[in-house]
């Protein structure tokens, strides 16, 4: 059982000016004004190197949260942004609209620096008017929740100088009661089970990009990112060699049922690698039917939490499990 712990927040803001999110590309906009934002406000060395040596990332907060490769031969990062849902073109001026920030481990003492940093990009802007003026938002609270619990708890409020440290943390003891519930309906189901893609979800194996659901290769990605989380952010080793197999072997017996899923196109430039980088994924939904879920249902309720696939940080890959009586992502629906 992974250690892996996350905390997830709601950065609630109102617009000043219009804001352009638009749409999918949300995610990606909303990352990059915070990783700019933070570099260039708390790391002293963004100007002199390419990207930061371990060392550096160990005492720099920005760089710890936001840099990859710090550790050789990984790139996960200890965050992921989840864009407004549903998705939003644009917000005009003076309406509230809300995103959701993930820290993984320890990420969650930096919380002040997100604070400080999501009203600096509130005051210059984001989304392709910023330029022109536009963009701009007031951060209004930010809220820490622990989804399968329904908890929930207030960490800062407009006006109030006081940024409150989480205490409500997601972990796979989190999802174990829903488990349970979750097995039931199964049960009743036939087997059948839902999943829905909110935002692009991007499976690439080796050298393959997988433009249909395929849940043997969707599991193996979400195994491999939830051990990966687990090694750099909470310190533990990869999961025994048997054990993946098994989980593996039990997702590659699950069968597609029906796709409800659509392809849809999207790019972003990437300053780190210098040219346009694919963003592209599945978006929609698919059920499925496995004889037995036991093994696997854990990890999928705990992946809905880190997200699944190539582009994470960017806000691709969130998903939910259907038919919970409360959707996972419910408590980030702008109303």
């Avoid at 490769?69 to 965050?79: I, L, Q």
């Avoid at 210059?124 to 910023?130: D, K, L, M, S, T």
């Avoid at 908890?151 to 205490?167: C, I």
Wanted: charged share 20%; hydrophobic share 35%; net charge neutral.
């Amino acid at each position: 059982m992974t250690p892996l712990s996350f905390t997830h927040l709601r950065l609630s803001a109102r617009a000043t000016t219009d804001v352009v999110l638009d749409g999918h590309h949300a995610g990606n906009n909303l990352r990059n004004a915070l990783a700019n934002v933070m570099l260039h406000a708390t790391c002293p060395e963004t100007h002199r190197r390419a990207k930061p040596t371990p060392e550096h990332a160990a005492v720099c907060p920005a760089c710890w949260l936001l840099a990859s490769e710090t550790d050789p031969g990984s790139v996960v990062r200890a965050y992921s942004v989840i864009p407004p849902r549903p998705p939003r073109e644009r917000v005009f001026a003076g309406q509230p609209f809300s995103f959701g920030l993930t820290l993984f481990g320890n990420g969650f003492q930096f919380l002040p620096y997100i604070v400080l940093a999501a009203a600096e990009i509130g005051r210059v802007g984001v989304g392709p008017g910023r330029r022109d003026g536009q963009g701009r938002f007031e951060l209004v609270a930010i809220d820490s929740f622990n989804p399968p619990a329904g908890a929930q708890e207030r960490l800062l409020t407009s006006g109030d100088p006081l940024v409150r440290q989480p205490t409500l943390r997601v972990d796979l003891t989190s999802v174990l009661p829903v488990v349970d519930q979750l097995s039931e309906q199964l049960e009743y189901n036939g087997g059948n089970l839902t999943l829905r893609f909110l935002t692009p979800l991007r499976l690439e194996e080796g050298d393959r990009l997988f433009k249909s659901p395929d849940f043997g290769v969707f599991f193996r990605r979400l195994l491999y990112r939830v051990d990966d989380l687990s090694r750099q952010f909470a310190g533990t080793e990869r999961r025994d060699r048997d054990e993946v197999e098994a989980l593996n072997s039990a997702a590659d017996r699950v069968r597609l049922v029906e796709s409800r899923t659509r392809w849809h196109e999207l790019w972003s430039y990437s300053g780190r690698k210098g040219r346009d980088t694919p963003l592209s994924g599945l978006v929609g939904s698919a059920t499925y039917y496995a004889a037995d879920w036991e093994p696997l249902l854990p990890w999928l309720l705990l992946g809905q939490g880190t997200q699944v696939g190539k582009s994470a940080v960017k806000g691709n890959g969130v998903y939910e499990v259907s038919g919970i009586t409360t959707g996972y992502w419910e408590w980030l629906r702008n109303n």
